[in-house]
């Protein structure tokens, strides 16, 4: 089992920018890609970035490509989502979730991850 815990979120304005942590605890060898995910109210859920626990480079939604940035301290088993230049549109809880991409699958949003974290609401106000 994978615990995940979100931290971070908060109100910002538009133009500005946020960090969320996301704490891995367990039996964290078990998974080998992370993600972010988020979910505005009334809306699906979507994709943001996802990486390969021993990557450095992520895979991005278009929506967040050149403006989020995923990082990873894999000593500290936490990955982190920097949130720059925001608009009110990427107001939504943002969740991250862990799996453990195997065969000719990929660290993107598609795999069925098992392990989610609570999540954390940003805000973002115009």
């Known amino acids: 089992q994978v615990q995940l815990v979100e931290s971070g979120g908060g109100s910002v304005q538009a133009g500005g920018s946020l960090r969320l942590s996301c704490a891995a605890s367990?039996?964290?060898?078990?998974?080998?890609?992370m993600a972010w995910f988020r979910q505005a109210p009334g809306k699906e859920r979507e994709g943001v970035g996802a990486?390969?626990?021993?990557?450095?480079?992520?895979y991005y939604a278009d929506s967040v490509k050149g403006r989020f940035t995923i990082s990873q301290d894999t000593a500290k088993n936490t990955m982190y989502l920097q949130l720059d230049r925001v608009k009110p549109e990427d107001t939504a809880a943002y969740f991250c979730?862990?799996?453990?991409?195997?065969?000719?699958?990929?660290?993107?949003?598609?795999?069925?991850?098992?392990?989610w974290g609570q999540g954390t609401q940003v805000t973002v106000s115009s």
């Open positions: 979730a862990a799996v453990s991409v195997v065969g000719g699958g990929y660290c993107d949003f598609l795999p069925d991850y098992p392990y």
């Open positions: 367990g039996d964290t060898q078990s998974v080998n890609c």
């Open positions: 990486i390969y626990r021993t990557h450095t480079l992520a």
